[in-house]
Structure formats: C-alpha cells, structure tokens
C-alpha cells in the first residue's frame, strides 16, 4: 500500500489513538483489583437492586401472560417505576441518610456516600422506563384504535386466545350486550370464565383520542392513566433537564432546587395514574412526613430556630467566617453540615455549609464560607460594608417579639441554660472537674488562634437545619487516615483536627509532686496516626487555618514522643519553591526550656506545586505501622478524581466529599 493512500492515512492516524486509548484505559481506575475492594458494598447493592427488577420482571410478564406483548411491556416498565419512583426519594432524605451512616447497616453494608450518585441514576433509569412503559401502550392503544383495524366506527371483538373464543362468546350472550364496555385493565375487557381471565378487546375511538382522553379507559380514577401519563411526563423532562450540571453548576442552582420541588406534584399524578402506587408509596410517604415534620420543628423551635450570627470575620481570599452561639443541646460530630437562611441575604434560600469548628467547643459553631456566586458573594459583601461603615445598626436591631434586643433575648435564653447546666454538673464531681478543665481549654485555643474578630456582636438573625452527617464523620472508626483538602474544602478537616487538639489537650497530666507534664492516652477511638495534605493556590489561604496548624505542630513538638499523631503536608500551588509561613506571636507551650529556642524560629514550611501523590503515599505507608490506610478528601470534584485514582493504585481506601 502506497504510503500517502487514503488507506493507510487512516490506519496510522486511528492506529496508535486506538493504542493510546487502550493504554489509557488499562491504567484507568476500574482495571486495579482496589477499586473493586473499595466499592464492595456499592457492586453488592447494585447487584442487588437489579436482581430485584429482574424478579419484578419475570413476574409481572407472566402474570401478563394473556395480554399481547405491548400490554405485558408496558406493566413490566410499570412495576420497576413504581418500584424505582420509591427508591429515588429515599436515598435524598437526609436524615434517614444521617442515620444510616451511623447504623451498623451503613457502616458495613450500605454504600450510604454513593447515594447522591445512585439518586442520580434512578433519575436517568426512570426516564428509560419511561420511555418502555409509554412507547408500549402507545402500541397497544393503536393495536385497540379502529385506525389499525379498518374499522372507524364499527364495534368490534378481538380475543387474545383464540381457544377460549366460544367460552367468551356464551359468556358474553349471558351478559346483557348494553353493559359491555370498553376497557378496564388496558383497554381491555376481562370476562371471568371458571378460574381463568379472558380479555377482550373493543375498539371505540381514533388512536389520537385514545391516547390524549380517557377515551381509552385506562386507569384507576376516571380513566385518567392517558392524560396523567402525559403530564407525568411533562413533570420529568423538566426536572431531568434544570438537574443538569449546566444548570446547578453554572450558577442557576436555585432553579434546579425549586424545579426539584416538583417531585410533589409528581407523586400525586403517579397515585392517580396507577392503581397499585400507593401501596409502593406508602413507607417513603411516611419518612418524608417525619423528615419534613422534623425540620420544621427543628427550625422552628425556639432551641434551634432563633439562632443569631454573633460575630464575623472577613478573611482573605473572600472567605467569611460566621460565629454562631451554639444552641443548646445543639450535638453534631466532626464534618457534619448545617443548611443555613439568613434572611438579611436571601429571604427563602438555605445553603449549606461544614461545621469548622470542634464538637469541643461548646459555646460556638464556626462556618467558612467562600465567596463562590451570589448569594455567597452578598454574604460578604454585605459584612463588608457593616465592617467599613461600622455602624453597630444591627446590635439594637430590636427583636420582633417583646421589644427585646436580640442579645438579650439570646442571653436569657442562655442564662436559663446555663442555671440547667450548673444544676448537673454540681450532681456529679468528676464532671465539674472535667467541664472547668475543659473550658480552660476552649479558652486556651481561642487565645492561641487569636480570635480577633472583624465585627463583633452583630446578632444578626440566621435559621440553621441540621447536623447532616458526611464521609467524615468516620474518621476516628479508622487507624490511619490521609486528609487531603483543597482549598476551602479544609473545613471537615479543620473540625477534626481542632478536635484531636482538644483530646491532646485533655490528655495533658501534670505531676502535682513535681508539676512535671506529659500527654497520657488520648481518648480517640481506634485513630492512631493524622496525615493532613492541604494545597492551596495562595499564601493567603493558609491564613484561614493556619493558627490551628500551628497550634498542633506545637503540641506535637512538645508531646515529646517519638513517633508524630499528626503529620502536616502543606503544599501552595503558585510558588515555585519551598516557603515557610509563621503561624503563632506567642506560643502558651514554652514551658520546655529545649522547646522553647525550636518556638522561637517557628514555621510552617509550604511546599511548592502540587503534591506528587505517587511519592507522598509511598513515603507516608513506608512510615506506617497500620494495615489499612483511609484516604479522605475534601475539595474539588477533578481534583477529587485524580487522588482517587492515586489511592486505589496504592490500595488505599478512598472517602470523598465534594462541594
Ligand atoms: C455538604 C456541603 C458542605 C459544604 N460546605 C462548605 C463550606 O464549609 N464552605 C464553603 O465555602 N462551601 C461549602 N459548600 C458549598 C456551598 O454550599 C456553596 O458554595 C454555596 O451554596 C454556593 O452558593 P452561591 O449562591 O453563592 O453560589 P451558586 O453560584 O448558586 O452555586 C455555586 C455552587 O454551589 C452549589 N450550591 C449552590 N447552592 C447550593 C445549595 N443550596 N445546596 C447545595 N449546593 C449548592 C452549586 O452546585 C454550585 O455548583 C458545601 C456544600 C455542600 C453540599
């Protein structure tokens, strides 16, 4: 073959794409034995949730069996709706999700961190069968319309099973021919002879009024299978279309929220369109009243519903720190996350936010958000401009109800807490003791972070919905744990390790001979070793977060031991080469005369680009005495994907949160 021949042209150019291509894919993540141990639950449930369909199937056909083939498809597709229109709903109920994260069911079973994922498949999966269960009663429908017969306007009979014809005829000369009518179980009339049922068919009316009336008999209620299928339909395209990503990702995410609301309308239709759906719909109809009765109370309440923004802090890289008083009772574990209104901003809109600050600390909760569109963008613009013109206007804002100000509406209720609280701790002597040393250390933290505030006591109003559960929330069940963010996704892990500085801090012991220290066992579960990766564009970044890095350096440093709890990894993708950032003034930990020349030149050090994760896995499972590692990342969803790909090269077990 001539080298320049359209011929061989076109096998070099496909040739090595084909190679390249094939390569790729033998390096993708599904080719490594990791992956399939990772998603041992996810393959288990799916196989599971198709077995269940194929059984549907299989029974629904046969107990067709008499129906022509279109009626016996479009009840097969009829069953997996109901069945999947069910199931779709129960994966988003947050609480149920929350719960069940927690369960033995989901710890071990469930893949309850795939469940976004699964909820956006049944979407698509109901679409398809959407698509078998129409285009089959479509065909039956015309089969049954007097267009397919010839016969526009002449009544006619069509017996499925022809041996059964002579037992349907007497059976219908014993009938009184006026009382006949057209369809009852698509479009079909049921004679009942000895133990069997013969359908009959009578054809009444052209195709197109069959398919857009009730001309055809069809359903339940009035006859309105037809028109609600139509609407059903019309209720899907537009949900299935504002969930796209072009929609929710690129800034329009409130009509993709507000289309999604839609859901209600669809159940209704569905109840109406076919006659067993409720009976399907009855468990998920009573966890979204529980769920929703919940939130409401919750919301409501004065517990959790009155809540207020007491301070703020603007820090860099548009990021806003909001400073809530934890409500009482208020309990949530690392990584859980609140939806929060504040109608200042946006009257109706709940966003939602991870928990940065520690479980430990008992009377504030941390949000840091970063300014990504709009109503994250007038978050901050709006505290800004309180910040510039520093009126205090809000401070005597006074409250709708009994012309209180908001503070001491907030101080009452508090002050009524805390007589509650006193009353308990006094009943039991370890827990006061344990309670004033752990106030010393809430105290001790937010001195050391130097929690100045840009605007304080704004008392500002805001609803929070939650604790909702994440991946994070299981840390401390694994030994060792890689937590890797991506900029502003450091916020689970800056609760986590805010946490394990307080569990650092409670272990601390002193002789009371000698008033020597040392740092006991610390009460973290099965947790034996921290490695932190945190890369962030810009110097800036660091800032959010970087006193508690340093705060936890420090007590590494001055626990004394020889093998490190927490490793940091800090890597800035915009330098070019090694920097350091200085984390504390004044170091409280500088009891340790040899400690002490180490705090004097203390830094942090920045490692230029992007982490090499080939190597830094290497090294930190080198370094490790643990089986089995955990990888938990926070941050970006393609970012997210190339560390994934990383863990399962190196048969790590991969958690993700993305926002
Ligand atoms: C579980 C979870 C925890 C999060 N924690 C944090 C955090 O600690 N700090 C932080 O800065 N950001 C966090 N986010 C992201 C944060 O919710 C969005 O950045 C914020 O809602 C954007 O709103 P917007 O109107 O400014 O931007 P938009 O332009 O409207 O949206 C930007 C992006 O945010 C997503 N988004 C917008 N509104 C919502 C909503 N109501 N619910 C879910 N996603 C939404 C959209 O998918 C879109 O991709 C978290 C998100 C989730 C799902």
Redesign the pocket.
Known sequence: MAPNSPQSRHSTSIGPSILVKLKKLKKSKYFTLSYYRNNISFFTTIFVYFLIQIVLSIVQYYLYIESNLAVRFARVGGILLNFNSSLIILLVLRRLVTWLRNSLLGRNFLPVDNFLKFHKFIGIFIILLSILHTVSHCVNLYWLSDEYKGLKGITSLNVNNVSVVSKIISTLSQLNTTDVKFGHTDGLYQLNSSNKTHYVSVSSAPYVELLFTTKSGLGWILALAMPTGWALWFILAIIELFSMPCI??K????VF?YTHWLHVVYYVLLIVHAKNYWKWFILPALLIVFERLFTFIRVKSVKYGDTYIKDVNLLSSK?TQLIIPRPANFKFKCGD?L?IKVPKIARY??????I?SAPELKDELW???????????KLYDYFQDVSKNQTNELYYTPARKNGLTLETKYERRKSKYVVMVDYRKSSSLSQTNYSTNESNNENRFKKNLNLSSNIKNIWMEIAIDGP?S?PTSRIFNSEHVILIAGG?GV??FASILQSLWFKYAKSLKTCPGCSHQWYDQMDKKKLKRVDFVWVNRDYQSFEWFIELLGQIELQQINSNKDKRFIGLHLYMTSANKVQTIKPLDSPDFDKNGQIETKIDHFTLQLNPGRPDFDQLFSEISTSSSEKKIDVFFCGNRDFGKHVQKKCYAHDFKFHK?Y?
């Open positions: 929710r990702k800034g329009y995410f409130q929220y990021v996350y939806f809109e709940w966003h939602p936010f991870t940065s949000l840091h958000v970063r300014s990504l569109g709009n109503w994250t963008h909702y994440t502003i916020t689970p949160e926002f």
